[in-house]
């Protein structure tokens, strides 16, 4: 018992004497663990990775941090094991493929690379072209794509499952940022912030200087893909459309004006109709308009608020866009707004709009709509360009 003792005191310095000549002593201290659960095709996942996770790679940052990938994020294990991925089967297939290359490589300096490769071409929705990082990266594609096709790929996304699945609290979205245990919630953005905050080492790290270490105190406007809950799940175009729902309802809470509040949603809805609705941020600068009074809206619970009186406010329905005339419902006519509402307008002034309004061919109408929408942001556009 004595020999036994003895012998793990002469280890124990024996490590002591090693981490003090052949390594750095930052080696022998506790790293803070982070862990990013994610899924592939979430773009605020992929815009965390390209644009904020690479900040550990700098000024020893990595030094401190026992960092670990989670590819699996929202999915869905149905009962007979498959998977329903939140973004769709590419979606599966590219957690699987991230699985997969972070068992073949085990080192991070091997499979982030790679991870990073990919998610940058998801960041730049040419996702479907992720196969030329093997090329890039001179990885061998094989030792991937033999594991996604064997079973050994779904193993390892069950085990991310089993993981994810575990944590606690529960994820409420994904990117989930957890640093040393904590979840950092809205707040993952600042995680090189909460690591310096948890490291306890000794030896100094730049990245942890005191100009940079300092957490900042309140709600942030950090988008996330949120996980499919009763209440997500009445949002019909998923949790993009949720999240553009609560920006348009700040919106128009802070610009209660219809000449202020109609522009920013016309811009909104214009990148929605020509498919580019990740670049809705541009509307603020084209009307200068403060962006900070909505995202501090939305980043509060004052945005869940707005919409659950909006929610209250709908009346039943059975499509959208829902058009109400003086409380009548105007059904599949909605596209006749201007007709009806000059057939209920019951004024004495005459009213441009509405001379010989039943004569006037739909296709005029709209056409005249359409311009005069036009008109109006553009006035607005010049308005701000000139301010």
């Known amino acids: 018992m004595e020999i036994s003792f003895q012998k793990n005191v002469i280890s124990y310095f024996l490590v002591c004497l090693l981490c003090f000549t052949q390594f750095s002593s930052i080696s022998c201290e506790k790293k803070v663990s982070l862990t990013l659960y994610y899924e592939s095709l979430c773009p605020y996942c992929s815009n965390f990775i390209v644009n904020y996770l690479p900040k550990i790679f700098k000024n020893g940052m990595i030094d401190i941090v026992d960092f670990k990938l989670v590819p699996w994020g929202n999915t869905k294990l149905q009962p007979d094991n498959t998977f329903k991925c939140q973004h769709g089967k590419d979606e599966c297939i590219l957690d699987t493929v991230e699985a997969c290359a972070i068992d073949a490589w085990p080192d991070l300096s091997e499979h982030f690379p790679f991870i990073y490769c990919v998610e940058s071409l998801v960041y730049h929705k040419n996702y479907t072209q992720w196969e030329t990082c093997f090329e890039k990266l001179n990885l061998k594609k094989k030792l991937v794509t033999d594991c996604v096709l064997s079973g050994r790929g779904n193993e390892l996304e069950l085990q991310y ?27 993952y953005m600042d995680f090189i912030s909460f690591i310096c905050k948890a490291y306890k080492g000794t030896t100094p790290v730049p990245s942890c200087s005191s100009s940079i270490n300092v957490i900042k105190i309140g709600r942030k406007f950090n988008p996330f893909c ?86 209250a406010e709908t009346p039943p329905h059975k499509f959208v866009p829902w058009v109400v005339v003086d409380g009548q419902p105007l059904y599949t006519d909605y596209r006749e707004f201007i007709s009806y509402i000059c057939k209920a307008y019951k004024g004495t002034a005459p009213i441009p709009g509405c001379s010989s309004s039943d004569s006037i061919s739909f296709t005029s109408k709209l056409s005249t709509i359409s311009s005069t929408i036009t008109s109006f942001v553009a006035q607005r556009v010049k308005l701000a360009a000139s301010a």
């Not at 699945?165 to 809205?186: E, F, I, M, S, T």
């Not at 929605?272 to 603020?284: A, L």
């Open 161 to 187: 499952a089993a993981e994810t699945n575990a944590l606690q609290p529960p994820h409420k979205y994904v990117p989930w940022v957890v640093v040393d245990g904590q979840p950092l919630y809205d707040d």
């Open 226 to 311: 949120l996980k499919q809950t009763a209440m997500s799940k009445l949002s019909t175009h998923g949790p993009a459309e949720c999240f553009l729902d609560t920006v348009e309802a700040c919106a128009l809470d802070v610009w209660p004006n219809l000449n202020e509040h109609f522009p920013f949603i016309h811009c909104v809805e214009s990148l929605i109709y020509h498919k580019n609705y990740t670049q809705w941020e541009t509307c603020f600068e084209k009307l200068n308009l403060r962006k900070k009074l909505v995202t501090d809206c939305v980043g509060s619970d004052r945005g869940k608020e707005l919409e659950l009186r909006h929610a």
